[in-house]
C-alpha cells in the first residue's frame, strides 16, 4: 500500500496569507497526485491533477507542486471561502487510489 | 451537465448488507471512458476509495473490502450500485458516489493521462446500529 502523508492536520491562518500544505507519499509516485477541497458538508471537489494542473474553473491562486514523492499545495493568498479541509490523493498504483489524512484549514 | 445522486437506507443493522445506488443524471453511464466508483468517509476522518465498475461490468475493488464488496451497474436505469456485506459499526459512513475519470493532455514532456474523481455525489449517511 502507498501511504499518504499531510502536514499539518490542521492550519490556521488570516485572510491574505499564503498557505502552504505538503503531502508524502511512502514511495515513488512520480506527479500521480490530485489534490481536493472539501467544504464542510459537502463532497470533495478537485482542485489539482498530475500535482500542478490546475483543473478548469478553479482559481488560480490555487497552485500544486512536487514529484517523486514530496509534494507542496499553495494558495497564494487566502480568501474566506477557501476555509475547507484539503486532501491529497494518489494514482500510482491503479485502480487503488488512498488519500491523505487531510489539511483542515481555518481563518485566524 | 452530468450529476450524481446516492440513495438508499440510512440506517443498516450490524451483519447485515449495506445497499446504496447511484443515479447519473445528465449524461450516459455507458458514454466516454469513465468508471463510476464509491468513496466513503466516517464522521471527522479520510477518503476511504471502496471500489469501481465499467459500464461494461468489470470491477476493481479495494482489497481491504473486496471481499465483501459487490459493485454492480445498470445501464437502462443509468445507475450503480454497491453492497456491502457483514456490515460492523466501523462501516459507518458518508458514502459517495464519484465518476473516476482519465483524459488525455500534452505538456512539454509528452502525452499524459492523469486519472481523478471529477463529479462527486452529494452522499449519503449510512449509520451501522441495531
Known amino acids: 500500500d502507498i501511504q499518504m502523508t499531510q502536514s499539518p492536520s490542521s492550519l490556521s491562518a488570516s485572510v491574505g496569507d499564503r498557505v502552504t500544505i505538503t503531502c508524502q507519499a511512502s514511495q515513488d509516485i512520480s506527479n500521480y497526485l490530485n489534490w481536493y477541497q472539501q467544504k464542510p458538508g459537502k463532497a470533495p471537489k478537485l482542485l489539482i491533477y498530475?500535482?500542478?494542473n490546475l483543473e478548469t474553473g478553479v482559481p488560480s491562486r490555487f497552485s500544486g507542486s512536487g514529484s517523486g514523492t514530496d509534494f507542496t499545495f499553495t494558495i497564494s493568498s487566502l480568501q474566506p471561502e477557501d476555509i475547507a479541509t484539503y486532501y491529497c490523493q494518489q494514482y500510482d498504483n491503479l485502480p487503488r487510489r488512498t488519500f491523505g489524512q487531510g489539511t483542515k484549514l481555518e481563518i485566524k | 451537465q452530468v450529476q450524481l445522486q446516492e440513495s438508499g437506507p440510512g440506517l443498516v443493522k450490524p451483519s447485515q448488507t449495506l445497499s446504496l445506488t447511484c443515479t447519473v443524471s445528465?449524461?450516459?453511464?455507458?458514454?466516454?471512458?469513465?468508471?463510476w466508483s464509491w468513496i466513503r468517509q466516517p464522521a471527522g476522518k479520510g477518503l476511504e476509495w471502496i471500489g469501481r465498475i465499467y459500464a461494461s461490468g468489470s470491477t476493481n475493488y479495494n482489497p481491504s473490502l473486496k471481499s465483501r464488496v459487490t459493485i454492480s451497474v445498470d445501464t437502462s436505469k443509468n445507475q450503480f450500485s454497491l453492497k456491502l456485506s457483514s456490515v460492523t459499526a466501523a462501516d459507518t459512513a458518508v458514502y459517495y458516489c464519484?465518476?473516476?475519470?482519465?483524459?488525455?493532455?500534452?505538456?512539454?514532456?509528452?502525452?499524459?493521462?492523469?486519472?481523478?474523481?471529477?463529479?462527486w455525489g452529494q452522499g449519503t449517511m449510512v449509520t451501522v446500529s441495531s
Open positions: 498530475d500535482a500542478s
Open positions: 445528465g449524461g450516459s453511464i455507458s458514454s466516454g471512458s469513465y468508471y
Open positions: 464519484a465518476r473516476d475519470t482519465s483524459f488525455d493532455y500534452y505538456d512539454s514532456s509528452g502525452y499524459k493521462t492523469p486519472y481523478a474523481f471529477d463529479i
